[in-house]
């Protein structure tokens, strides 16, 4: 919902702070007064085009801010959260600046933006009839997904969603393998030619580290051995030294009871010592006793080495992965052999995915149907009260070619209008005229409203060119429209101003030689008088501030 509107040097408004409520808020004033200039400042924090005419003669910037608070799950902070810039909880403060020589700057929360983020997050707040014809339900890609919320068709929507993610994925395994396989037909002596060479070649996996490390060792074999050598003669001379420490420990251990156990922790040291002096001397000859020197069986090593790292560069891989190549080859010559048995077991599932889609999403345009039947049934019943009794509303829905099957189905859905008997209906932003636009908006908005994820709409004189009956069911339906949703409507007619829950006058004033345009919230008797006003025009008398105490009920 709408929260507060801050407005600063905007074409004849020089500063100006709303708050606003839940509920209907109605704008009236003299033609001419600026109520435009409120529905331009709102559109510019919502990502409108830009104009420089909107700042005020003689300033340097226009500003307007508007802040929001929507549900935690609103699409607008998921808007936000893709772009990492997460508000949690706290409300919504969209800005535009615009420099009089035409710039203008967006930020939310005070963190800079594109505009076109901007409208994003803005027609997800705000629906404005009657002004910018693209938004909300004028927009033709919105009426597709406005049907199924309708009908309550996200379980069957979702389920068409999972199919069409199956099919897909089964037609991309199967293509890839039809792919696979004509490659291999094409290169089949190519391919054959190098599995045999894989095949005579044989490598292991882990074979390169283990012939790396031999290559190491018998390249320095000499060196390694003298070194051994030369401590297998430190351990040797001179007496062994594990028969050493044992002379040792046995010395001690005879005169240890008499030092009172001062004596054991060296005879133990003594013991490990001789124990680990024993395996070291064994490790060191059999160490030593594998160093080889025979150069052959170096030349083989580095001959099988250098075969394996030839081959690895040959195919553009690492050695370890040469077995993956060729066991791939060798699945590949098989599949050949074979006749493309996997490419037939591919095609089965694919076929297999698209009945399970085509049957779901038959499935689900049939409820589209249905759904579509209720909507047309449901907002031709508001029609006649607007004065709309000779107009039709006509949901299509259009199976479309397979090349326009998508996650959502076979269809495509628009809503459409016929404003006179026997003439046949168009796209709704095409067909109607401004005054009927708005009605049909909303009429149709009436019976979406449980359904509307936007939390605040505007209507731009609604009223226009009706008045008397026609009006109060204009006004009727906004009351009814603003029990789930906040509703701004700029109005003329008495009868819609009498119904808002708010009311805002929009007046001229002249300060300085300068006309500026104010917007003052009016209390309960001050309210009776700008709609005593409305009905009696200039003069206001008693007689019509009773009838505007009768329509205040």
């Known amino acids: 919902m709408l929260v507060s509107l801050s407005i600063r040097d905007v074409v004849l408004i020089e500063r100006l702070d709303l708050s606003f409520a839940g509920g209907l808020s109605v704008f009236t004033g003299e033609t001419g007064a600026g109520k435009s200039i409120l529905l331009d400042s709102l559109g510019l924090a919502l990502g409108a085009r830009a104009e420089s005419g ?110 069409w993610e199956s099919w897909r994925a089964a037609a991309k395994s199967r293509e890839a393998a039809e792919a696979a396989l004509a490659k291999a037909r094409a290169e089949e002596e190519t391919l054959r030619q190098m599995f045999e060479d894989l095949s005579d070649l044989d490598p292991k996996s882990g074979e390169e580290e283990t012939l790396a490390q031999s290559r190491a060792v018998m390249m320095h074999g000499e060196k390694l051995l003298e070194a051994m050598n030369a401590a297998q003669t430190a351990l040797t001379q001179r007496g062994e030294v594990e028969a050493s420490l044992r002379s040792a420990q046995r010395a001690l251990e005879r005169v240890a009871e008499r030092a009172e156990g001062r004596l054991d922790p060296v005879i133990a040291a003594l013991e490990r010592a001789a124990i680990e002096a024993a395996e070291a001397t064994s490790l060191l000859e059999r160490a030593s006793a594998e160093i080889d020197l025979d150069p052959r069986h170096l030349e083989k090593v580095e001959e099988r080495l250098f075969a394996l790292r030839s081959a690895a560069r040959k195919h553009g891989c690492t050695v ?18 074979g006749g493309g048995g996997d490419l037939a077991r591919l095609a089965r599932e694919e076929q297999a995915a698209r009945t399970t889609y085509t049957e779901q999403a038959r499935a689900l345009s049939k409820s589209r149907c249905q759904a579509a039947s209720a909507l047309d049934g449901a907002v031709a019943a508001e029609l006649p009260p607007l004065k709309l009794e000779k107009a039709r509303f006509q949901t299509r829905v259009t199976p479309l070619d397979e090349s326009g099957w998508t996650a959502s189905g076979l269809d495509s859905v628009g809503f459409e209008v016929a404003t006179n008997p026997g003439s046949p209906p168009g796209p709704l932003g095409k067909i109607a005229s401004g005054g009927e636009l708005s009605r049909f908006m909303l009429a149709l908005k009436v019976v979406l409203a449980r ?67 104010a917007v003052e919230p009016l209390p309960a008797e001050a309210r009776q008088e700008e709609i005593a006003r409305m009905l009696a025009g200039e003069t206001v008398t008693d007689h019509a501030r009773a009838a505007a105490a009768a329509l205040m009920g």
């Open 320 to 337: 370890d992965e040469l077995v993956l190549l060729k066991d791939r080859l060798g699945r590949q010559l098989a599949e050949l052999e």
């Open 451 to 517: 359904v509307s994820r936007t939390p605040t709409i505007v209507f731009d004189e609604v009223d226009s060119g009706i008045g008397g009956a026609v009006a109060a069911a204009v006004g009727e339906r906004l009351g009814r429209l603003s029990q789930g949703l906040q509703v701004l409507v700029v109005t003329h007619s008495p009868q819609v101003a009498a119904k808002g829950s708010q009311h805002y006058r929009v007046a001229k004033h002249e300060q300085g030689g300068a006309v500026f345009t």
């Open 54 to 163: 909107l700042v005020r003669h003689g300033a340097a910037q226009a500003s307007v801010s508007a802040e929001f608070d929507p549900p935690l799950d609103h699409p607008a902070r998921a808007l936000l959260a893709e772009q990492d810039m997460d508000a949690g909880d706290a409300p919504l403060v969209l800005r535009r600046v615009l420099t009089a020589d035409g710039r203008s700057r967006a930020y939310v929360n005070d963190q800079p933006v594109s505009v076109g983020l901007l409208r994003r997050i803005g027609d997800e707040l705000v629906e404005i009839h009657g002004q910018f014809e693209s938004h909300g339900l004028l927009d033709s890609t919105t009426h597709l997904g406005v049907l199924d919320a309708f009908g309550v068709l996200a379980g069957q929507k979702a389920a068409v969603a999972t199919a």
